[in-house]
């Protein structure tokens, strides 16, 4: 089970994702709503996470583009 949601974490990373998307953290899947243990809620947090981490090392832009967010819009 933890090997998929590693997967997911991955592809997401790949799609641009943040670590903040990662779905465990939205409040309809946390353990108050769901009823699971915390520990169990924490595995499958950090199972993506991890998936999410390993890809974002090992990727590279395509031909050295660099992808960020603006800290703002306005002009400096």
Do not use: F, N
Request: aromatic share 10%.
């Amino acid at each position: 089970m933890h090997d998929d949601i590693r997967k997911l974490g991955a592809q997401a990373a790949r799609e641009g994702l943040t670590m903040w998307d990662c779905p465990y953290y939205q409040a309809a899947v946390m353990p108050g709503h769901t009823g699971e243990s915390i520990a169990e809620w924490r595995e499958k947090v950090e199972a993506w996470e991890a998936g999410w981490m390993a890809e974002t090392k090992s990727w590279k832009p395509p031909d050295g583009a660099v992808r960020y967010v603006p800290r703002t819009t306005e002009k400096q």
